[in-house]
């Protein structure tokens, strides 16, 4: 079992940064890949990015591919999302979520999720 709690959302202009933070509780964090997803308002929760628990292989959505940077500290059972040059587009709730299955892309795969975070881009 696999308890997450996000953190570091918030409201920022365009072209800002922000840090978001996944803490888990369980005894097996460091066996879990773990992803971040957005929703945002009327739309899908989709994937913004994955890393593995070897921390070897990491995803990216083509919309966030060179701005944003997965990360996670298994000591700390963190798993941290460095999100830079924002954008009003990236405005939506955060999940982090982990999964020890395959597909990592898809929302179906991930057992377990956070309550969410929410990050709001003005232009």
């Known amino acids: 079992q696999v308890q997450l709690v996000e953190s570091g959302g918030g409201l920022v202009q365009a072209g800002g940064s922000l840090r978001l933070s996944c803490a888990a509780t369980?005894?097996?964090?460091?066996?879990?890949?773990m992803g971040w997803f957005r929703q945002a308002p009327g739309k899908e929760r989709d994937i913004v990015a994955a890393?593995?628990?070897?921390?070897?292989?990491?995803y990216y959505a083509d919309s966030v591919k060179g701005r944003f940077t997965i990360s996670r500290d298994n000591a700390k059972n963190t798993v941290y999302l460095e999100m830079n040059s924002l954008e009003p587009e990236d405005t939506a709730v955060y999940y982090c979520?982990?999964?020890?299955?395959?597909?990592?892309?898809?929302?179906?795969?991930?057992?377990?999720w956070g309550q969410g975070t929410q990050v709001t881009v003005s232009s």
């Open positions: 369980g005894r097996t964090f460091s066996s879990y890949t």
């Open positions: 979520a982990a999964t020890n299955r395959g597909g990592w892309t898809l929302r179906g795969t991930y057992d377990y």
């Open positions: 890393i593995s628990w070897t921390m070897r292989t990491t």
